[in-house]
């Protein structure tokens, strides 16, 4: 079993940089493909992006590349994303996920969820 703990949510200007976190527990960890998805309210949870379990393999969604980077520390049991010129329309509750096989691009994908954080990005 994995567990997965988000933080490094809150409140930032628009332009402005977050840092998200993800630490997860199980000694499995480190084999484990991981993904980061949001959901804005009334709408479905999107893709935001993941990284294979050594972290040479990124992948991101369009509304989100070149602004966003995500990384790993396997010795830390602990997934980033770095967030840069943030826009409104990136405000939504962030979710850490994880898979045992394939890299996490879709919400289905999945076998682990975290619980969440929010971002919320001003005007």
């Known amino acids: 079993q994995v567990q997965l703990v988000e933080s490094g949510g809150g409140l930032v200007q628009a332009g402005g940089s977050l840092r998200l976190s993800c630490a997860a527990s199980g000694r499995t960890f480190s084999s484990f493909p991981m993904g980061w998805f949001r959901q804005a309210p009334g709408k479905e949870r999107e893709f935001v992006a993941a990284?294979?379990?050594?972290?040479?393999?990124?992948y991101y969604a369009d509304s989100v590349k070149g602004r966003f980077t995500i990384s790993r520390d396997n010795a830390k049991n602990t997934v980033y994303l770095q967030m840069n010129s943030l826009k409104p329309e990136d405000t939504a509750v962030y979710y850490c996920?994880?898979?045992?096989?394939?890299?996490?691009?879709?919400?289905?994908?999945?076998?682990?969820w975290g619980q969440g954080t929010q971002v919320t990005v001003s005007s």
């Open positions: 990284i294979n379990w050594s972290g040479g393999s990124t």
């Open positions: 996920a994880a898979s045992r096989v394939v890299v996490p691009t879709t919400p289905k994908r999945p076998d682990y």
